[in-house]
């Protein structure tokens, strides 16, 4: 079963950073791509960035583009998502989600979902 797990979200002032951990379970991480994606209440959830395990590409939403950084440690069986220059609007939800091998921003295509971590970012 493929599971995951999201940990390290909080409150942080604008320009601030965070670094958010996706926890999967073991060998995950050399079958499927992983997606982050965030949800604000009243608003539908969006892809902000995706690394792919079958050619290793990695795709941002634009308003994070030079911001967030995906990587994965997969000793670990983690993806990470290091969020810099942080601003009110990225406040939400966030969730890491699999599909496949191939990277989509597609909600409805998501197989598998964690729970979510919540990042605000306010002064």
């Known amino acids: 079963q493929v599971q995951l797990v999201e940990f390290g979200g909080g409150l942080v002032q604008p320009g601030g950073s965070l670094r958010l951990s996706c926890l999967v379970s073991?060998?995950?991480?050399?079958?499927?791509?992983i997606a982050w994606f965030r949800q604000t209440p009243g608003k539908e959830r969006e892809g902000v960035s995706c690394?792919?395990?079958?050619?290793?590409?990695?795709y941002y939403l634009d308003s994070v583009k030079g911001r967030f950084t995906i990587s994965r440690d997969k000793a670990q069986n983690t993806v990470y998502l290091q969020m810099n220059s942080l601003r009110p609007e990225d406040t939400a939800v966030y969730y890491c989600?699999?599909?496949?091998?191939?990277?989509?921003?597609?909600?409805?295509?998501?197989?598998?979902w964690g729970q979510g971590t919540p990042v605000t970012v306010s002064s």
């Open positions: 989600a699999t599909r496949g091998s191939f990277c989509s921003d597609a909600v409805e295509s998501m197989r598998y």
């Open positions: 690394i792919s395990s079958s050619d290793d590409s990695k």
């Open positions: 073991e060998f995950v991480l050399d079958i499927y791509a």
